[in-house]
């Protein structure tokens, strides 16, 4: 009975841990899973500040007196001694920008690749998501706030991390890749391009969700180590971007046409907000942009909203309303447009673009059935885009 109490004071703990990192008790079975998957129990992970402490940071540039800017993203911010940037990870410490998201993740989880999102990349795939906190947006509706809008220095962190164990634990459980995710990885470059390059080495695929909020000489330097992208198209106008986001429109639309000219899997994603963006002509305006600018066989994948950090006086976003956002993209010309988050429903599934068939049935992220072969509809022949298995 003693270990029973204490295996139960355990998990709860751990549980306790969970919540204060904003993830709740939805998330602790994955994570649970993941922690077991790699041979690891609750108490075996250091849930603690960083002791490694901050690591030199890429992107930038000196100031007199002190100062430096950072030449990371489109914000460009100049930074006084000790100050710490918008997203904060980046900080002018004595004279130099220094990064504290550098192997001291906050959440370590198993994930299907599919919640990237990501439909046309290897569906089902198991991958390793790794996040640090922090991120260079403010979005008012952010789903992980509590992490996003937090420094390293302010999360309970699993650490040590280090790349050799976990690579070597990835292979021998199978899992697929790594996907960088839930925050903004686009803030600690750094760690994302040498995590990445050490698992492309070991053969594992490499994914990443983003604002795109970035500039073009690190977005051009981060790319190559990356296999597939989900950039997030948050809105159709710089104004939307201003009040809802914190942030610009155009460098992430420049950051959409770059990744695709570097001829890497690309995925959008939109979070329909009631009221803000989910109006006929802002949607038509971005599925116009979509199919002209990245062309028809981009996926676009549309999420249901449910209220959240500043936010929580919005409904959630009606059925209907996403459908209409479906449909507003298949008349654009775009071949796949996704119902991402709400299931079941039609629009979870991929259908080949020229006979209609059904070819991979899903239940919101899970993948029930791909009948896809050799990268073609089994039923017409036709060429399905993606990267298939």
């Known amino acids: 009975m003693k270990a029973v109490k204490q295996a139960d004071q355990s998990r709860r703990a751990f549980l306790a841990c969970l919540g204060r990192l904003g993830l709740g008790v939805t998330l602790a079975p994955a994570v649970l899973q993941a922690l077991n998957a790699f041979g690891l129990a609750e108490s075996d992970i250091a849930w603690a500040a960083p002791k490694a402490g901050p690591m030199p940071a890429r992107y930038w540039e000196s100031l007199p007196g002190g100062r430096v800017k950072c030449l990371l993203c489109p914000k460009q911010e100049t930074l006084a001694l000790g100050q710490m940037g918008e997203c904060r990870v980046r900080q002018n410490i004595r004279g130099a920008l220094v990064t504290h998201a550098y192997g001291q993740p906050c959440i370590v989880n198993l994930d299907p690749v599919d919640q990237n999102p990501l439909n046309h990349f290897h569906p089902g795939m198991l991958v390793l998501a790794v996040t640090h906190a922090g991120c ?6 952010c789903q992980n706030w509590e992490i996003s809008q937090r420094s390293p220095l302010q999360t309970r962190n699993i650490v040590p991390f280090d790349f050799s164990e976990v690579g070597r634990k990835m292979t021998a459980k199978k899992v697929g890749g790594v996907s960088f995710t839930y925050t903004e990885p686009d803030c600690a470059p750094e760690f994302t391009a040498d995590f990445a390059q050490f698992c492309g080495q070991l053969g ?7 604002a795109g ?28 971007y201003k009040r809802i986001i914190l942030g610009t429109l155009k460098p992430v639309l420049d950051s959409m046409v770059l990744v695709k000219s570097q001829g890497k899997w690309l995925e959008v994603a939109t979070l329909i907000l009631p009221t ?9 305006q971005m599925a116009r942009w979509l199919y002209q600018n990245l062309g028809p066989d981009t996926p676009w994948h549309l999420e249901r909203f449910e209220p959240a950090y500043k936010l929580m006086n919005l409904p959630t976003t009606p059925q209907a309303t996403l459908e209409m956002a479906r449909q507003i993209g298949l008349d654009a010309g775009l071949k796949f447009v996704y119902v991402s988050n709400l299931a079941p429903h039609p629009g979870n599934h991929t259908y080949c673009p020229n006979c209609g068939r059904l070819v991979v049935q899903r239940l919101g992220f899970k993948v029930l059935q791909n009948s896809i072969t050799g990268g073609s509809c089994p039923y017409c022949r036709t060429r399905i885009a993606g990267v298939w298995a």
């Open 136 to 141: 260079n947006l403010g979005c008012l509706y």
């Open 204 to 210: 594992l695929k490499r994914t990443l969700c983003t």
């Open 213 to 240: 909020y970035m500039e073009r000489k690190p977005l051009l330097e981060l790319v190559p180590h990356i296999d597939a992208l989900t950039i997030t198209y948050k809105g159709a106008s710089e104004d939307f």
């Open 276 to 284: 803000l963006n989910d109006d006929r002509a802002s949607l038509t």
